[in-house]
């Protein structure tokens, strides 16, 4: 009896937990002012926020091309292994767009 009242009990709680949720997502959302907020202040400290963002993407698909090339035929359960010359092609293409985006923001 016991076994069949815990197995009701959780079909229900399975139930009624997303209910809650979508109960009380609406009391929740007035309690944070999140739409429309981003980051405040002026056009040139978001413009310099997204210039960093840049530069540090340009800088890790920079070193994945980097080791691309330096790890091709290291690991033969990565893409590497066998598409190393597209994967480091791929890598200095995206760091090219992203150096030169933030080169553009200036």
Do not use: C
């Not at 994945?64 to 090339?69: P, Q």
């Amino acid at each position: 009896m016991n076994r069949r009242f815990t197995h009701y009990r959780s079909i229900l709680s399975r139930l009624l937990f997303p209910l809650l949720l979508v109960i009380a997502d609406p009391v929740i959302a007035n309690k944070f002012e999140t739409i429309g907020g981003g980051v405040q202040g002026s056009t040139q400290a978001k413009v310099a926020y997204l210039q960093v963002i840049a530069f540090v993407a340009g800088g890790i698909f920079l070193v994945a091309g980097v080791l691309a090339i330096a790890l091709q035929n290291k690991n033969a359960l990565t893409l590497n292994y066998t598409m190393w010359r597209t994967s480091s092609i791929l890598f200095f293409l995206l760091s090219i767009a992203a150096f030169a985006t933030a080169i553009f923001m200036l």
